[in-house]
Structures are given as structure tokens and as C-alpha cells.
């Protein structure tokens, strides 16, 4: 994977889990994008492009993203999730 990373400090509590949801779900879903990480003190997102060439059909437990978005809301911020110029993004903005 070619990551960009973007990094201000203080890193968020949660930005290890949003980063790993977020890196696993494009090697899922969109093998060979190029990635853009970034991790400020009330945002992580990671956003990627199209992928370079088509994912394998696997199986999924499909509740990363749902166990993301409650342990984001229970520490008081929103997560959001879904198509972005031509990739996807997904976003936890913090308090």
C-alpha cells in the first residue's frame, strides 16, 4: 500500500482504531489505491483513491464499521463513511 501520512499532535485516543478499520477496509475493497492518512487532534480520516485493479470476493464479519461509529459516538464524536472523489473516505471527527 502507498500511504501518505499526515500527523499533528495530540494524537486522539481512538485514531489507532479508525486508522485500522479504515487501512483494512481498502485492502478489502480497494486493493492498490494510493492512501491519504490524516490524524489531527479532532480528526482521522483515511481516504483513498480508486483502486488499481479488482477486489477479491471475500467474506466479511461486517460489524467494523458499525463497533467504529459506537465507540465514536461514545466518546462524543460522529463518524462518517462513503464515496469521495472517486474513492471513499472515512472521517471520525472527535471533541
Known amino acids: 500500500m502507498a500511504i501518505t501520512l499526515r500527523l499533528e499532535r495530540p494524537i486522539p485516543g481512538l ?5 485500522q478499520e479504515g487501512l483494512t477496509n481498502v485492502a478489502k475493497h480497494a486493493p492498490g ?5 490524516a490524524v489531527t487532534p479532532h480528526l482521522v480520516a483515511v481516504r483513498n483513491g480508486p483502486p488499481a485493479h479488482a ?8 460489524f467494523g464499521l458499525p463497533g467504529l461509529r459506537e ?6 464524536g460522529t463518524l462518517r463513511a462513503g464515496p469521495a472523489d472517486g ?5 471520525a471527527e472527535l471533541p
Not at 33 to 37: L, N
Not at 71 to 76: I, N, T
Open 55 to 62: 477486489p477479491q470476493v471475500t467474506a466479511t464479519g461486517g
Open 87 to 91: 474513492g471513499y473516505e472515512l472521517a
Open 33 to 37: 489505491a494510493v492512501i491519504e492518512v
Open 15 to 19: 485514531a489507532h482504531r479508525v486508522v
Open 71 to 76: 465507540r465514536v459516538r461514545l466518546a462524543g
